[in-house]
């Protein structure tokens, strides 16, 4: 990949395409010669035709001639390996740029953009790149040079012919002009229609069995069908706009041959002009019109692009993740540093709403299981992904081993966590792709333990492929249960110096709970779980519970002093015990999911 300097104004595909230019500019040069060699041609067949009629030696003309034919074809082929080549390395460099600019975007951004539309900008978009920026812009230098060519020579030859092909040609390139400009609006709407499609199918496509299970297909196919449809015709009309620039060229090549033929036989006629001069005249006049339809076509071209390349810079410049690099020798302290956690007066608001976390202050000791409990929405998840630094802290502070995450490099304080999400995280491939993901060197004893701790060695020992088995998307082949442990022992592996579990344990059945209980009691005996739980089973052997209120801290205590203290936890306990959710809704999977020990 080439190296790119990040440019200033944003243009991120104009500073890609400069780290080409010299390729650029060789396959240009490659063009001008080709269209020197080909300019050449009309000559020396005019002064063929003169040697002809005046019995001269033919030799040397015809070698010249057939020298010429071979110059101009090999080097309009090397152009064009050249041009295609470059094109390629900007498309690849192109679309390197934005999945590295994506995957290290600020949560925050990327989760303000559509996925389905971010996708179509890497891998639609990016392959216009190559004809708009590689071939049409070399085309549109070479043509433009050759066409001037052609009528400084065309001038050389006759200027009352030049001054009627000049009327017929200009009227065309005006009307193709005017067909130009409208493409490139058009070009911009299909972009964007493809892009809001694109967002569309990713949305249905990622709930599917949502969709199913809301008899909603009909519903989507429409949606999705009308956007289709509005592409569709986007699309037609960007085709028949591009078709309609070479006719027009076209019509006024014909009208000047046509004009051009009638005067000049006419003066060859009256001697005024000799045959030689006509038929030279007659070749400019179609070496001028393939260049100008094509230089009318890569202008076109250049349109459609300049529609993409909007939508990719904008892209490329979505908002990064800080990365503050530390001394080396502070780096060494948060590395292998235990890592207790402290939440100091913390306020965090998502935008320009009410805040969610409203001065947050606890702390969870470098060992130990720590739950933290509360009603929906009280902000639970909320501190685990600042703790992640997946958003910035706005006031107070949260330290890791007595330093500020804030001064942390980001990929040092993911490496000390492992982190267990709420939503589904299992990835399309083997259930031993999923288990080392994002780590180089897994040992057979780290997956090993990670498996037993997790309650899944005998399941895996017992499918046929074992870790060799196929899951589909979103873990499509194991229950949700089984996916919860998967995503629990792929943080295991990791070993890492803090847990964070995100109602990790929310789709085991009792005895598999019961299971992760001893295990989680086993790992806090190594590091510091913190774990968000709605069942109050999950809690009740923690080391110690904080209870969330409204984005504040409500109460701190274990299980047996917070039933004694806190109000809050009490109620939470009582509506469980009721068979209720304690954190929203009651629901029935709530109810299922009850463990019998407290119903
Ligand atoms: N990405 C987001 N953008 C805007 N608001 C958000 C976002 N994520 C959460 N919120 C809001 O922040 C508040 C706290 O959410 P959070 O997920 O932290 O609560 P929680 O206690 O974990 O809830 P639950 O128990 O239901 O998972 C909620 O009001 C929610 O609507």
Redesign the pocket.
């Known amino acids: 990949m080439t190296t790119v300097t990040p440019p200033r104004d944003g243009n991120w595909v104009g500073a890609i395409a400069r780290a080409h230019l010299p390729k650029i500019i060789g396959a240009v040069v490659l063009g001008l010669f080709a269209a020197a060699a080909g300019l050449a041609q009309p000559a020396m067949i005019g002064n063929l035709i003169t040697t002809v009629s005046t019995n001269a030696p033919l030799l040397v003309p015809i070698l010249a001639v057939i020298g010429l034919f071979a110059a101009d074809a090999a080097l309009t082929t090397v152009q064009a390996y050249v041009m295609g080549r470059t094109g390629e390395r900007i498309v690849y460099d192109t679309r390197t740029t934005l999945i590295h600019k994506v995957l290290h975007s600020d949560v925050r951004a990327f ?1 303000a953009l559509r996925h389905g539309d971010v996708q179509a900008r890497v891998v639609t978009d990016t392959s216009l790149l190559k004809i708009a920026l590689a071939q049409s812009t070399a085309s549109i230098i070479v043509d433009s040079a050759m066409v001037l060519g052609s009528l400084v020579l065309m001038l050389l030859i006759d200027p009352l012919l030049l001054g009627v092909t000049a009327a017929c040609m200009t009227v065309a390139s005006l009307v193709a002009l005017l067909l130009a400009r409208k493409l490139r609006k058009e070009a911009v709407r299909s972009r964007t229609i493809v892009g809001d499609l694109g967002a569309d199918l990713h949305r249905a496509i990622g709930a599917l069995n949502t969709v199913k299970a809301c008899r909603a297909e009909g519903l989507e196919g429409h949606r999705i069908g009308k956007l289709a449809l509005s592409a569709r015709r986007s699309g037609i009309k960007v085709s028949a706009l591009g078709a309609m620039l070479s006719p027009t060229m076209g019509i006024g090549l014909q009208a000047s041959l046509a004009v051009v033929i009638v005067t000049g036989m006419g003066r060859v006629a009256t001697g005024s002009l000799d045959a030689a001069a006509l038929t030279a005249f007659i070749m400019y006049l179609f070496y001028l019109v393939t260049p100008l339809v094509m230089l009318f076509t890569s202008i076109g071209q250049l349109q459609q692009g300049r529609a993409a390349i909007g939508r990719i810079n904008e892209l490329a410049d979505i908002a990064q993740e800080p990365s503050v690099i530390l001394p080396p020798a502070m780096q060494e302290t948060v590395v292998y540093g235990r890592p207790g956690v402290t939440f100091d007066r913390v306020r965090f608001a ?2 320009h709403d009410e805040p ?1 976390l409203r001065g947050v202050s606890f702390t969870v000791p470098a060992r130990g299981l720590t739950a933290i409990v ?10 685990l992904q600042l703790l992640m630094r997946f958003y910035p802290v706005q006031d107070g502070r949260i330290l890791i081993d007595g330093q500020n995450i804030g001064s942390v490099p980001v990929h040092v304080l993911r490496g000390l966590i492992g982190y267990v999400q ?1 939503e589904d995280t299992t990835l399309r491939g083997t259930i031993g792709d999923n288990l080392s993901y994002g780590i180089e060197h897994a040992t057979a004893a780290d997956v090993d333990r990670a498996l037993h701790l997790a309650g899944l060695r005998d399941l895996v020992h017992s499918l046929p492929r074992g870790m060799h088995t196929e899951l589909g998307e979103h873990g499509v082949g194991l229950s949700g249960g089984q996916r919860q442990r998967l995503a629990i022992a792929r943080m295991l592996i990791r070993r890492p110096s803090l847990l964070l579990l995100d ?1 990790a344990t929310s789709n085991l059945d009792s005895d598999s709970e019961l299971a992760m209980r001893t295990a989680l009691r086993a790992i806090a005996s190594e590091c510091a779980v913190i774990s ?1 739980a ?1 069942r109050m089973s999950t809690v009740v052997d923690a080391d110690r519970i904080v209870v ?1 209120d409204a984005g504040v801290v409500s109460a701190v205590g274990t299980h047996h002093e917070l039933l004694r203290t806190s109000s809050l936890y009490q109620r939470l306990n009582d509506i469980q015990l009721r068979g209720e959710s304690p ?2 809704e009651p629901s029935c999977a709530d109810r299922v999911a009850l463990p019998l020990s407290e119903s």
């Open positions: 989760s998502y935008g969610t509360g009603p929906s929405g009280s902000g639970k998840t909320t501190l709420q109602e968000v709605h969330m954190f929203g």
